[in-house]
């Protein structure tokens, strides 16, 4: 009787490993040509490829350089996402603006319609709604403004700062599901909101100006 027990949770055991998710990495290949496997690009001008930006080295850091203004793309769209990155600054370079787009709609342009799990420099864990995109956070950290370039945005801003210094990595875990995303920044709680728009994008990494480094970009669950 106690070794049909004993197999029995055994077998169990197994069944609860092999069923439960395993991260999946999303940057994982360069091609010949410069493009990112599974990825394209757009970048401000037209006329940039993926790799005169984009660089993945051999130890799996991706270097984005921060110009011309663009940004890498998933070819599969997403709508709800379970998800994680690590992103530095360089280690001898200037902290500066980078961000995680989602949900991301309608043409590609500087910038499209999405939410943004914004990664600047002092800024990690804010999220903008960007052209007119709707989401919904506390009224003491929440705002709304039209802007002339990049429609109705709105902002809500992170409870607490979590960011290291530059030449550190970061950690980003996001969960966006339905109308509610929930982000961590090093482990730690850093925002959230509710009313998200509900609709399927790409997971887009932007170019904003400055060179940012990234790692570890996987889906949780799929």
């Not at 043409?107 to 600047?120: C, G, R």
């Amino acid at each position: 009787m106690r070794t049909i027990a004993l197999s029995a949770l055994l077998v169990f055991a197994s069944v609860s490993q092999a069923a439960e998710p395993q991260p999946r990495e999303l940057i994982t290949k360069q091609l010949p040509g410069g493009e990112i496997e599974g990825w394209k690009s757009f970048h401000a001008g037209g006329s940039t490829k993926t790799g005169d930006v984009w660089k993945l080295q051999a130890d799996g850091i991706l270097i984005c350089k921060g110009t011309p203004l663009g940004y890498l793309y998933t070819e599969k769209n997403y709508k709800d996402v379970s998800m994680e990155l690590e992103w530095r600054w360089p280690p001898e370079g200037k902290p500066g603006n980078g961000g995680l787009l989602l949900r991301v709609a309608g043409e590609h342009k500087i910038w499209p319609k999405s939410l943004e799990v914004q990664l600047n420099n002092g800024q990690a864990g804010d999220f903008w709604g960007l052209g007119g995109y709707t989401l919904a956070g506390p009224a003491d950290r929440m705002e709304s403004m039209d802007h002339k370039e990049f429609g109705k945005l709105t902002h809500v801003k992170f409870a607490k700062k979590l960011e290291r210094p530059a030449g550190q990595w970061n950690q980003c875990k996001v969960q966006l599901k339905g109308g509610s995303i929930r982000v961590e920044i090093n482990g730690e709680p850093a925002n959230a909101a509710n009313d998200c728009e509900v609709l399927a994008g790409p997971i887009v990494l932007t170019s904003e100006g400055s060179e940012i480094q990234f790692r570890h970009v996987r889906l949780l669950s799929e």
